[in-house]
């Protein structure tokens, strides 16, 4: 079992930035990581999605050139890092853990295993 803490969310003005984090009670190293987000009324999302290795990523056309998805697995820690920050991505940020071994970065929401309680983040305009 692996727990995932997610840290980092808050309140920012447009156009400004925020860095999450996704801090795994065990080793992720193996594991392919991804952040989804999900804001009231609306289906759970894909934002970012990262390698086991860190080489390979993949991101949701409204973020590409915006957020970064990184992973330090010396730390058991992936980071989201979010720039020109807009109201529509306020929501909750997910992290999940896809328990596949060295599988790819996945886009899809119920592929992954593991899942955070979820971090707020508040953009206003």
């Known amino acids: 079992q692996v727990q995932l803490v997610e840290s980092g969310g808050g309140l920012v003005q447009a156009g400004g930035s925020l860095r999450l984090s996704c801090a795994a009670s065990g080793r992720i190293s193996d594991y392919a990581m991804g952040w989804f987000r999900q804001a009231p009324g609306n289906e759970r999302e894909f934002v970012a999605a990262?390698?086991?290795?860190?080489?390979?990523?993949s991101y949701a056309d409204p973020v590409k050139g915006r957020f970064t998805i990184s992973r330090d697995n010396a730390k058991n820690t992936v980071f989201l890092q979010m720039n020109s920050l807009k109201p529509e991505d306020a929501a909750v940020y997910y992290c999940?853990?896809?328990?596949?071994?060295?599988?790819?970065?996945?886009?899809?929401?119920?592929?992954?295993?593991?899942w955070g309680q979820g971090t707020q983040v508040t953009v206003s305009s």
């Open positions: 990262i390698g086991w290795n860190g080489f390979r990523t």
């Open positions: 999940a853990l896809d328990y596949s071994h060295r599988g790819p970065p996945k886009m899809i929401a119920h592929e992954y295993d593991y």
